[in-house]
Nanobody
Framework: VQLQASGGGLVQTGGSLRLSCAAS????????MGWFRQAPGKEREVVAT??????NIADTVKGRFAVSRDSAKNTLYLEMNGLKPEDTAVYYC??????????WGQGTLVTVSS
């Protein structure tokens, strides 16, 4: 499985971005996908997951972020609204195989200016 993330960029506080994660390869084996982020000097944290059609959003971004998936396009999206400087991070998409997050995209940088 290969994952290609895109959509990051520079945005002002309060702005919006939509990240995309296109999956290719043996995508039929993937039932759980997710978005993670890692800010400078911090550990990677989960932002949102998509499990068999059920979205789950981390409390830190709940109400501002939404996750969705287009099965026909094998693409996972992360809609980010009301962005804050603390959302600045490299965002990664990942796919789980069994209990392991086995596949990772290359990351896309989101920078929120104050």
């Amino acid at each position: 499985v290969q994952l290609q993330a895109s959509g990051g960029g520079l945005v002002q506080t309060g702005g919006s971005l939509r990240l995309s994660c296109a999956a290719s390869g043996r995508t039929y084996s993937i039932h759980v996908m997710g978005w993670f982020r890692q800010a400078p000097g911090k550990e990677r944290e989960v932002v949102a997951t998509w499990t068999g059609g059920r979205p789950n959003i981390a409390d830190t971004v709940k109400g501002r972020f939404a996750v969705s998936r287009d099965s026909a396009k094998n693409t996972l999206y992360l809609e980010m609204n009301g962005l804050k400087p603390e959302d600045t991070a490299v965002y990664y998409c990942a796919a789980r195989q069994g209990t392991n997050w086995a596949f990772w995209g290359q990351g896309t940088l989101v920078t929120v200016s104050s």
